[in-house]
């Protein structure tokens, strides 16, 4: 008995195979590179060619392609991302009073009260702070992503970097290259910058209270870690599975729709042999003019989506001719 969560975002497509006492069975990060259906069936194909056809008992999705995923696999939950990492992070430690997310596009906070979400906030204005920035800068310092934290660490007199702004904050990384400082204090300088920016916008008018959970890709970088740690003085947490609780939460989340629901929509791992054809059209049914995106397995009508009022999300109807 398994229970399999999939988070869609914009840098990667996670799964988490749960087994029945919820442990993590195993976990995939793949890239979604703007191709979230090809990334989900990669994930399927993994998990067929290694375990076979599992019992897989109930499917959730989570991240900005939720809905997307959720029609090509049949979900049984799909929830947004602050509900599956709060879900996660409450399965692992039920004192956990604060998340921390970065991801490879955007950032969250999640303020936690007796296991009940209280707030949240997300910024996903400026790319400052996020995995895609980093890993920008990484590349420009022609050094690998997984390093730049040990570099953070070797630090002896971080620079003071500009961190409101993506922009600037590359910009003055590039100035302080030129003037001769060294790489360490220039990613530790990096690092202190995006915490400021963090705290100074997602974290504003919120109260960080330990315990603190630090979630997403970013949390791999132990620079941004101990950032973290010397603004707010206490100790912040990076859990085991720290990349993927989105997709466990999502998991756990499906498992407990399906005690209610009783029976499951999933439609198993052989979707990984699907053809799926995505196809577009600009709506004319009223001033909004929505581009839609249809989704078909063959002849069949997987979904719609893009629209506002949900005319074509809501309904599986066939489309008319031309359409």
């Not at 400082?181 to 705290?199: H, M, P, Q, S, T």
């Not at 008018?205 to 941004?224: D, L, S, Y």
């Not at 699907?274 to 002849?299: H, Q, W």
Request: glycine residues 10%; contains cysteine; proline residues 1%.
């Amino acid at each position: 008995m398994y229970y399999l969560g999939v988070d869609v975002g914009s840098v990667s497509t996670d799964l988490a195979l749960l087994d029945g006492k919820l442990k993590v069975v195993e976990k995939l990060y793949l890239r979604t590179k703007g191709k979230p259906i090809k990334a989900i069936q990669e994930g399927f194909k993994f998990l067929k060619e290694k375990y076979g056809e599992l019992d897989i008992k109930a499917a959730g999705t989570t991240g900005s392609g939720r809905h997307i995923c959720s029609a090509i696999i049949g979900a049984d939950a799909v929830k947004n991302e602050i509900t599956a990492h709060a879900v996660a992070a409450l399965h692992f430690d039920k004192e956990v009073k604060t998340i921390i997310e970065i991801g490879g596009q955007d950032s969250k906070v999640i303020t936690l009260s007796n296991g009940i979400v209280t707030d949240f906030a997300m910024n996903t204005v400026c790319a400052a702070g996020t995995g895609s920035f980093l890993d920008r800068q990484a590349e420009r310092l022609d050094i690998a992503i997984e390093d730049f934290g040990k570099y953070a660490l070797m630090a002896k007199a971080p620079v003071r970097i500009a961190g409101r702004c993506a922009v600037f904050a590359e910009s003055d990384m590039i100035h302080k290259q030129q003037l001769g400082y060294n790489e360490g204090d220039i990613i530790k300088g990096l690092c202190e910058a995006l915490v400021r920016n963090y705290l100074a916008n997602v974290g504003k008018g919120k109260e960080i209270r330990p315990k603190v959970f630090f979630q997403g890709g970013v949390a791999a970088n132990e620079g941004m870690k101990k950032a973290f740690e010397d603004a707010l003085g206490f100790e912040v947490i990076v859990p085991e599975h720290y990349n993927m609780m989105g997709a466990i939460g999502a998991a756990i989340i499906a498992m407990e729709a399906i005690e209610v629901q009783g029976k499951s929509n999933f439609k198993g791992l052989s979707i990984a042999d699907s053809n799926f054809i995505s196809t577009s059209f600009e709506c004319d049914g009223c001033s909004n003019k929505c581009e839609i995106a249809k989704i078909k397995d063959k002849d069949k009508l997987v979904g719609c989506f893009g629209d506002r009022c949900g005319k074509w999300s809501n309904s599986n109807i066939e489309f008319t001719k031309g359409a």
